[in-house]
Every structure is written in C-alpha cells, then in structure tokens.
C-alpha cells in the first residue's frame, strides 16, 4: 500500500469512528468499577472468574458506599459502580449512572459481631439485643459508612441512643471490624460477610428492628465500554454469581419477588381515577404485609389509623414508621419505587393514597390565591397544596372559593351543610375515608351541623388540564 491509499484508509476509519463514536467503545476489553466495601467479599472473588471466562481486564476500586456517592458526585470516572439501592437510584436521578441499567443484586442483615473465641451471647429478642448492648464495654462502628448510619438509626429506634453513646467507637476509613479484631472494641455492628480474621458474629440482629443493606449495580452515563459494561452486569446475576453471594451469607436479590403495579396490589383498592389523580383506599390489617408494588408517580398519604409500619424496599432497606391519624404526607417519586408496607402494629393500617399523573404545565404557589376561612394549611410545593379545615359542631366556614381542582378528603364521620354561592344547600353524612373531586372555582359555605367535629384535607393540584375525562369510580360523598 502506497502512503496515498494508506492515507485514505486513515480518514475512512478517523470518519466512521466521528459518526459513530461507540464502534471503537464496543471493542473495548477494559473495565473500571467503583464497588462499595460491602460487596468486597463476592465482588473480589467473582472478578477473576469473569476476567478468564471473558478475557476482559478488569480494575476495581473500593470504598464504603457514602464515599464512593461522593467520589462519583465530583467526578469520578468509571464504567460500572456496585453499592447501596437508594444512592444508586440517586445517582442516576442525578445523571451520573443509567437509570435503564440498574440491576438489584443482593442484600445482607445487620449482625453483632464479637473477637473470635469470646463467649456466646443471646440477642434473638429485642430485649435481649438491649441487654447486650447496655452491658458491653465499647461498640465500634463504621463511622463513614452506610453501616454506621443502620447502627444509629437502629439505637434511636430502640430507645438506647443516649445509653449507648459513651460506650460508641468511631471507626474512620477501614472496616469496624478491624477493631474489634485488635480489641478496640469488645463488638461492632456490620452486615458481616464470609470469614473475616479475628471476629466471629455474635448474631443477627432481631428481625423485629433488622435492616437490610442491599447491594445494586449500574453503569455509567458516560461509560466508553457500555457493551462489556453490560456482559460484567448480567454476569453478576447469573446463577453462578448468585450461589457465590449466597455462599458469603448475602440474600440474592434475583430470587426475591417482583413488584406488581401499584393498582394490582390487592390492599391497594382504586376508588377514583380521572386524568389527574388515581385515588387508593389502603387497608393493611394488624401483622399482615402488602404484597411488593411499583410506584410511577408522586403520591399524597393521608393517614386514617395509628399504628406502625415497616417499609421495606425490594433492595432490603427496611424503615420503620410511626403513623397518626389525619396526618398528610407528600412523596415524590423521582424514580420508581417498589416496596412493601408491614403492619408491624396492633391497627389495622388505613391509608387514602392519591397519586397525582404528571402534569406539563405545573404552576406555582403565588399563582393561586390562599384560603383565609380557617383553612390551615399542612404542605405547600411546586405540585400539591394541602389544607386542613376543622369545624366544631355549629361552626361555619366563610364563604370561600377553591382557586384550584382537587380532591377533598373526610377524616371523621360527620354530618354537614354546604351552601353554594347561589344560596342553594344540601346536606351531606359522609364516613371516614369519603372523598370528593372539586373542580377549579367551586364557592360554598360549609357548616357542621353534626354532633362531632368535622374534619377535612383538601389536596389542591397545581396544575392545568382539559376538562377531566368522566371518572372511575363513584366519589363521595
């Protein structure tokens, strides 16, 4: 080939790999991975087996999972990162990582962990667990870690926090383990994976207040290597990556169920739906657990029991939650988001679910005009504005105009007037629970002509729309 021709053929290739910047990624045979130190255990292990199978070179860097978040947040590159479900999904909420690649991989429960060869402890009961912890002379914890921040969260759910602080031992940049090993600290609490010189666990925690810390995976916004990327992700849920992080005593996570949609969740009841909202009657009652569903779109929660609950993620992360009557609450739903409700009370668990479709043309909280006729407010955003009107029987609103449509929901029986603007009255005996839809510019008085106090959330959407579709269901009242 004379430097002419070989000249052309130079620019045939700089010309293709310019318009099509992928083709010489897709060759790539090089991998770089963020993996948190969690997943040490299994990730170390299964990362020569797919080097040989795969012939790829593969360079792993590891780090607790809140660092490697960070790392990641200032610009870190890398082709896949391994580490904690909620960072994960917050990182490509951010951009960083592929949202459409994320895989849940596995999850372990939190343990006591004690030097090897000391004596055996109870801690099957959360009395127990208590009385371990009041007992022992130092605790260490993994202070820049997801681990750590479990420990803490779960000494304040139990009630010990103050009791057990001056016994607390820090540990900064290794695993808490290590201290114990050295004996800086009789115990430590960690999600202990396989054998680790010098410990031994102790036991794990009660499953009454265990967490599980999940492991998930994903690849980079701007990975170079997306193709081999992708082969070392469905390598790490293949059967043999699975027994491997089931052998290091992790839960693989390829195993657990799949959520269903939120409206085939059978606790889940749909009572209303037009373009705007869906609205759920949630009942779960006292020990039983939904099944694992799939949330789309933000959501407002308005509370009809006190009990307590347990949410438990389909990556492990279980939370526990204190519920009160007639409380409001606003979820946003950057991501989807699969989980399960546990009624860990004594109550049945009643929820009005209302979720709200997305809307193209949001508005803001100085557009629409506040209600000054008692109506206080309990949350106001970029998409909701909720208030609360209480009456004592015999009491009046004034006369008042609702700027924006939404849903108006009962929290106790009651028996009502409502006057419109016309002068026109009816009256209405509504149950907790009953709803209504209200379009935007709907004037009336309302009065409490019952023998109990009447109470009511208003959820005022922010947000325009044709004419609402005909609904389905039967609102009330």
Known sequence: MNIKDFLRALAVVIFFLSVNPWAAANDSRELSILSSNLSRPAISELIPIFEETYKIKVTVRYANNPILKQQIEAGAK????????????????????????????????????????????????????????????????????????????????????????????????????????????????????????????????????????????????????????????????????????????????????????????????LKFENEFVRLFDVLVPAGKTTQYHVH?????????????????????????????????????????????????????????????????????????????????????????RINRLTLKPGESSKLHTHAMQGLGIILYDSKIAITAADGTKRTLESKAGDFVWQKAGMTHIITNIGSSVFDAIDIELKQEGKAAAPPVGDPKP
């Open 78 to 269: 890398f082709d896949v990162v391994i580490i904690e479900p909620q960072m994960l999904t917050e990182l490509s909420t951010a951009g960083f990582v592929d949202r459409n690649s994320v895989v849940a991989l596995a999850k372990i429960g939190m343990a006591l962990v004690s030097r090897e060869g000391a004596s055996a402890v109870d801690i099957g009961t959360v009395e127990l667990f208590k009385k371990v912890l009041l007992s022992a002379k130092s605790i260490a914890y993994t202070a820049d870690g997801h681990s750590g921040a479990v420990f803490l969260r779960t000494l304040e759910q139990i009630g010990l926090t103050e009791k057990v602080r001056p016994k607390l031992v820090p540990v900064f940049g290794r695993f808490s383990t290590e201290a114990v090993a050295d004996g800086s600290a009789q115990y430590t609490a960690f999600p202990l994976a396989g054998s680790v010189p010098g410990v031994q666990m102790a036991g794990k925690f009660p499953e009454d207040i265990q967490t599980y810390i999940g492991i998930s995976a994903g690849t980079s916004s701007n990975t170079v290597a997306r193709t081999v990327a992708g082969t070392f992700l469905e390598y790490l849920q293949s059967g043999s990556a699975m027994a491997l992080f089931k052998s290091k005593g992790f839960t693989p996570l390829a195993l657990a169920p799949v959520g269903v949609p939120v409206e085939k969740e059978p606790m889940h009841r």
């Open 296 to 384: 789309l779109y933000d959501g407002v929660s308005v509370r009809l029991s006190n009990t307590q609950i347990i949410d438990e993620t389909i990556g492990g992360e279980r939370t526990p939650f204190e519920i009160k009557y007639a409380e409001a609450s606003f979820g946003s739903r950057p991501s989807p988001l699969t989980h399960r409700v546990v009624n860990s009370g004594r109550n049945d668990f009643r929820n009005i679910f209302i979720e709200i479709f997305p809307s193209k043309d949001a508005g803001t909280a100085t557009q629409f005009p506040m209600l000054s006729d008692g109506h206080v407010i309990v949350l106001d955003n970029a998409r909701v």
